[in-house]
């Protein structure tokens, strides 16, 4: 076998004979501190409890090396991570853009997409669009966005005040929910539907059963 292949992949460790340095620190498998010892007897140690040896810190004089079980370490660790990209969905940055005049029912229909957005987990900047004089007047933009955020405490967190960019003014609202939180309850959501709807057919369908049964019972 060559050095080259000796060589571990990158970000993995380096496990039994791929460590080549005198001696080493050695942690035993329940985080027992055993000392300094050379190679040979850490890798026989390791050998004849049916273990790994694994480099745990490569930078330590001299590096500190583990009796584990590599194999079961690696699986577990896989099955962490998936959970850990499974729970930090990425969080949306959604923008949704006012008119400083804006009427009453777009207002409510524009505050319903927001809610939605919310609901679900994401961020919403919210940007107040000033036209010709209107400039001059920010602080209506100012009172429209805080009585905005105002009516949506419930679900959210102001996370940048309202602030002039050029032309706009916006706000950030975060969400109360995490993403994972708020995909976890819409999940639930769903599955609660659904087996209410299957619920329902089945009632129909003991109901048509036992008005068939019933019908030719009478003949």
């Not at 962490?80 to 804006?102: D, H, P, S, V």
Request: charged fraction near 40%; aromatic fraction near 4%.
């Amino acid at each position: 076998m060559t050095d080259d292949e000796l060589e571990p992949p990158i970000n993995e460790p380096r496990i039994n004979e791929r460590i080549r340095v005198p001696e080493v620190r050695l942690v035993g498998p329940n985080g027992e501190q055993v000392g300094i010892v050379r190679i040979e007897d850490a890798t026989r140690l390791a050998q004849e409890a049916d273990l790994d040896l694994v480099e745990v810190a490569p930078n330590s004089r001299p590096p500190v090396v583990k009796l584990m079980d590599y194999g079961k370490f690696k699986y577990e660790a896989a099955v962490k991570a998936r959970e850990a990209r499974r729970n930090q969905a990425n969080t949306e940055i959604k923008e949704m853009r006012f008119r400083l005049k804006i009427d009453e029912h777009d207002y409510e229909t524009k505050k319903g997409h927001i809610v939605r957005f919310l609901k679900g987990g994401d961020k919403v900047k919210v940007t107040i669009m000033f036209r010709g004089r209107e400039q001059s007047r920010p602080e209506m933009g100012r009172r429209l966005l805080l009585k905005l955020a105002d009516e949506l405490q419930d679900l959210s967190v102001v996370e940048n005040m309202p602030s002039q960019e050029g032309r706009n003014m916006s706000l950030v609202l975060g969400p109360l929910k995490k993403k994972a939180e708020a995909m976890e309850e819409q999940r639930k959501v769903r599955d609660e539907r659904k087996a209410a709807d299957k619920a329902e057919r089945a009632e129909r369908a003991a109901a048509k059963a036992a008005k068939k049964t019933s019908g030719d019972e009478s003949e």
